[in-house]
């Protein structure tokens, strides 16, 4: 069985610092980790994906992502936020064939 | 190529209608999901289809009837929905052959029930 906990439900941010949103993941084997965006009205579009090969994985839009197996962590980051970022994201773990585990979202609300 | 498409965006339908949602890929992935989603809230799972069968049905009740006519195609049948159906309907494919594990999704069907 495996489960995500997104830590934050909203996070504000003013445009050109950093983002970070966090992710905990509990699974019984080795998962497999995505992040995923989005914009409201809009389907699901795939950020970047952690599949057992580099820790640190980067993704489309200067996103990139932590996996840390002592802290069973999955973090997403960006040295430098847009106003185009503001969106829902989800952290998402792989069950093996076909499933997948959802986070409840993390609200991304970018200022100017 | 990485798309999914959905037909129609948007649709609103009364309880005693009968419509279908539509999704296509031409990934060559080998499975692909419905999912609901209600707003604020992540997608859940509905029904899964593998090498064109049925797979998983997330216990959804009959009024949602999935159909699946070949490997780039997948409908959802609708008939009698109630009011609490309406959501956003995701349609999803990924390779199921061990690769990898990612989906794709689509951009969603608004549907109202009125």
């Known amino acids: 069985a495996q489960s995500v906990t997104q830590l934050d439900s909203h996070v504000s941010v003013s445009e050109g610092t950093p983002v970070l949103l966090r992710c905990n993941y509990s699974s019984s084997y080795s998962p497999s980790l995505f992040w995923y965006v989005q914009h409201p009205n809009k389907g699901l579009q795939l950020l970047l994906k952690y599949t057992s090969a580099a820790t640190l994985v980067k993704g489309i839009n200067g996103f990139e992502a932590e996996f840390k197996k002592s802290e069973t962590s999955f973090h997403l980051t960006k040295p430098s936020a847009h106003m185009s970022d503001a969106a829902e994201y989800f952290c998402v773990v792989s069950g093996g064939y076909s499933t997948l585990t959802f986070g409840k979202g993390t609200m991304l609300l970018v200022s100017p | 190529d990485t798309e999914v498409t959905q037909t129609p965006k948007h649709l609103v339908m009364g309880m005693t209608n009968k419509k279908s949602l539509k999704c296509e890929q031409h990934?060559?992935?080998?499975?692909m999901y419905w999912y609901k989603q209600k707003a604020k809230k992540p997608p859940e799972l509905m029904f899964v289809y593998s090498y064109e069968k049925l797979s998983i049905n997330e216990s959804v009740p009959s009024r949602f009837s999935p159909e699946c006519p070949n490997s780039s195609l997948l409908n959802l049948h609708l008939h009698a929905l109630q009011p609490e159906d309406s959501a956003l309907y995701l349609c999803?494919?990924?390779?199921?052959?061990?690769?990898?594990?990612?989906?794709?999704f689509g951009p969603g069907t608004r549907l109202t029930v009125t």
């Open positions: 990934m060559g992935h080998r499975a």
């Open positions: 999803a494919s990924s390779a199921p052959d061990g690769r990898s594990y990612e989906q794709y």
